[in-house]
Each structure stands twice: as structure tokens, then as C-alpha cells.
């Protein structure tokens, strides 16, 4: 049997030993196990390996398994394909599509909606199948996916009945990720954790072991409702920001220049509008804490939803002023930075908009989207190109010897 990473220390050097480093020690012995290799999952996984934790990271999608275990997996973010070279992470990070024996699990799995816009937890259900299986007394499980208030608490009763004797600690931590600036946000944000009967000094030793921020405690339900409350909050102002650029317009009001002038007001702060609000959270979220169709939040998500038509309204006539033409569309991701395409409202508007002149492209190789090509063969054979979400160095480097004319402005 392995002897554990503190008792060898211990023997060692008995005289120094402090209770610091004892829990430094027993904590670098846990065996913690990620469950969900996505854009939380993933670089969570890599953080944990380089504070010296030893990590497996189970997934299902065998493709993704097979680029990592090849090393020829490519993040987006620079940062992160640094990390992932990193000697202490190759040394203590692995990879599986069969779940391990771990004492720590933690879940970074998908939460979207059901039909009803409730959370479906289809793929959270699985993964506690499968711990069920494996899980033994003291083992801890810590959730990172977004969840409506009051799931966490549930967990110990998903777990199969015969292992509810064990004594089992339940945590409910959230990430903030903004796409090209991931591992800056995991390490340096404010971290908000739920605990409600669990050890304590182990779930924020953990987090302390790499969080540059603080790390404030509380329950479980006060923690998973954070966290829908900051998505709600952005969803909110995006869609404050853009209907009110809507009215000002139809008023025949400059917004930018009244936005600017209401911003010089010390506690406000008015958001630029945007042409919908995409990815796995802000257009998701906000309804797990409330759905119902006359709600607040309801008719705000319906503002973000709706500008989508509002938008194709205007790219359909420039098609139909152009039907002679061969357009390109570009840059799916639902922001900038990103290939990430969930809920994207540019992949919306082009499934909405397209006609049989309407072509796209993107650097993103996997997309699958009718019409597309390959961006060299797009940049040949289209003679517009409309951009969505490509940022200005891909801009310039793969548009140099074009001229730009800004023919249709999306947002203004
Ligand atoms: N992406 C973000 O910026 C972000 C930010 C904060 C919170 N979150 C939340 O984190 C959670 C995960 O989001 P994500 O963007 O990383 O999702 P993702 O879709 O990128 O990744 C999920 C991964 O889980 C894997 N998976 C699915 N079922 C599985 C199973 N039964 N066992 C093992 N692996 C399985 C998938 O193959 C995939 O690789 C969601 O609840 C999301 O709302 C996401």
C-alpha cells in the first residue's frame, strides 16, 4: 500500500512539523477526480494539478480524451495551452473516460434547459450514478455546474440509497470564466462557496491553495442563488442597454452621446446594447431562478431574444439589396474571443437570414453550419463579407488586402 505524502513527511521531520503543514500535507495526499472536461472542467483541472493536487479528469466525449492524452488538445487561450505544457500539471494531471476512485469529486458538468426553461439535469443525474458506485465514507463532492437554489442539498439523496449512511460532505462552488481571460478569472476572482454541514477548513484550504481572491463561506443555497443572481444582473443590464438604444433611436436621439452623459452620473452605469446575449449562461441561468412567463425575467430574456429578429430584420434587406451578390458571414462564437457557438446569436441570425447567395466562414475548423467554407476559399469566391464576432488581430490578419466599407452597422 502507497503510505501517504504526510505520514512520510511526518517521520521525517517530526520537529517542524505544524498544523499548517499537516493540512497542507493530507490535503496534497487527496486523489480528486473532475467530472466534465468542458470550459470549466478543463482548465479547474489543470489549476488543481499545478497546485500539486493529483487530478484525474473524467469525461465521456472519447475524441476530446484522445487530443488530450496526445497532447494535441488546443484551448483558445493562450495562457491555457501554456498551462496544459506545464511540468507539474503533465506530472499530476490524467485523463479517463471511466470514472476513478477518488476522495474528492468534483462536478463541472452541463446544465441547460428543458423544454419548460427549467435546469435539466440529465447529465449531473449520470455522473451521481456513476459515483454512487464508487463513493466511500468521508469522500467529498463539490459542484461547479450552475444549478437552481436548493439542488446541492438534494444530491445525497440522488446518491444511491444504500451509500446515504456514509458520511458525505456536499459543496456547491461557482466559476466566473470570461472567454480569452478563463485562467486570470479562476484564479484572481472572489470565490463564494457552499457549505452547510461540510468540513470547513478543507473546502477553503483547497480553494486557498491557488485563489488569489477571498474566499467567502456560506450556505449552499446562498451560493447557488450568487451565482444566478450575478447572470441575471448581466442579462438584465445588456437588455436595459439595448432596448433603451431603441427607443432613443426611434426618438431620433443619439444613445452613445446619452449614455456617455447618463454615465457621468456617479451610481449609474449604463451598458453598450448588443445584438443578444449567447453562451451557456446568460441566456440560460436567469430562468432557474424564475420562470414563469408574466415574470420580470421572462420579458427581459424575451428584449435579449427578441433584437435577434430586430437584427435579421436588417441583414434580410441588405441581402435583398445585394441578391446579385455572394455574402459571407464570419465570426459564430457567441462573443468575441471565442468558438464557443451555444446559444450564439450570430449562428441564430444566420439560420434565420440565410439565402442560397449567403455563404459563411469562421477560423473555428469544427463548425458545422450550412453553406460554409473554408476561410480562404470564402475570402475568393464572396464578395461581401459580413463580421459578427472576429476579433481586430484575426480581422487584420486575414482581411489585410481588403477594403473595408462599413455597409451595414448592426448595432447602431
Ligand atoms: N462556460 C462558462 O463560462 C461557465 C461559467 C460559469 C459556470 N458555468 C457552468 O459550468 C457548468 C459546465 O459548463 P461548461 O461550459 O464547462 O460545459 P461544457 O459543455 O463545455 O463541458 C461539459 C463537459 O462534460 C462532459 N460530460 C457530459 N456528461 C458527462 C458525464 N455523464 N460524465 C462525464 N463527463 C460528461 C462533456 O463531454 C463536456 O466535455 C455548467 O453548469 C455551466 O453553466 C460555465
Known sequence: MEIPLWKKCYKKNFKYFNKRKFIILIMLDIKISVIGLGYIGLPFSMILAKSGFKVNGYDVDNKKLKKLKSKKYLFEEKNLNNLIKNQKV???LSFTNKLKLANLYILCLPTPLNKKNNCDYQYIHKALKEISKVIKDKDKIILESTVEIGFT???????????????IDIYYVSEKAIPGNTLYEMIYSDRIIGSNIGNKEFISKLYKSFVKGNIFITNNKEAEATKLIENTYRDFNIGLATNLSQILKEKNVDYKKVFNLSNRHPRVNILSPSFGVGGHCIPIDPYFLENKKSGLISKIRKINNDYIDVISKKINLFIKNNESKKICFWG???KLNTNDTRESPPLKIYNKVRKSNCFASDFNKSLKIRNFLKSNSALKKCDLHLIFNLNDSCINRKFKNKKFVKALDLIN
Open 90 to 92: 503533465l506530472k499530476n
Open 153 to 167: 442539498d438534494k444530491i445525497k439523496k440522488i446518491l444511491e440509497i444504500k451509500k446515504k449512511k456514509l458520511k
Open 332 to 334: 459564430f462564437g457567441y
